[in-house]
Nanobody
Framework: QVQLVESGGGLVLAGGSLRLSCAAS????????MGWFRQASGKEREFVAT????????YYADSVKGRFTISRDNAKNTGYLQMNSLQPEDTAVYYC?????????????????WGQGTQVTVSS
């Protein structure tokens, strides 16, 4: 099973940017999909974006499309979530996850491994 560690969260002003990282250990991401989810206080975990590691195919939630970019670095076995034009409603704990199945899954139940999460706070 792959182990995941997120980093890069923090406090940013509205309109600012952050880049989250998700480092994998235990095995490579090859053959997996890597996804990003977020969970705001008192709300359910929400899909943000996912990438098929082998092909680079991506899929985004409508709420982040055009603002967030998911990517991966094969050599570093690390995935990224570049977040631009951040808004207060983007405030949440962000989690990366890995799925050994097929396609570009968007529901948390599809994912096998999860990181511990990193807090992103956007201040107005």
């Amino acid at each position: 099973q792959v182990q995941l560690v997120e980093s890069g969260g923090g406090l940013v002003l509205a309109g600012g940017s952050l880049r989250l990282s998700c480092a994998a250990s235990g095995r490579t991401f090859s053959g997996y999909a890597m996804g990003w989810f977020r969970q705001a206080s008192g709300k359910e975990r929400e899909f943000v974006a996912t990438i098929r590691w082998s092909s680079g195919s991506t899929y985004y939630a409508d709420s982040v499309k055009g603002r967030f970019t998911i990517s991966r670095d094969n050599a570093k076995n690390t995935g990224y979530l570049q977040m631009n034009s951040l808004q207060p409603e983007d405030t949440a704990v962000y989690y990366c996850a890995a799925d050994r199945g097929m396609g570009l899954p968007t529901i948390p139940q599809s994912y096998d491994s999860w990181g511990q999460g990193t807090q992103v706070t956007v201040s107005s």
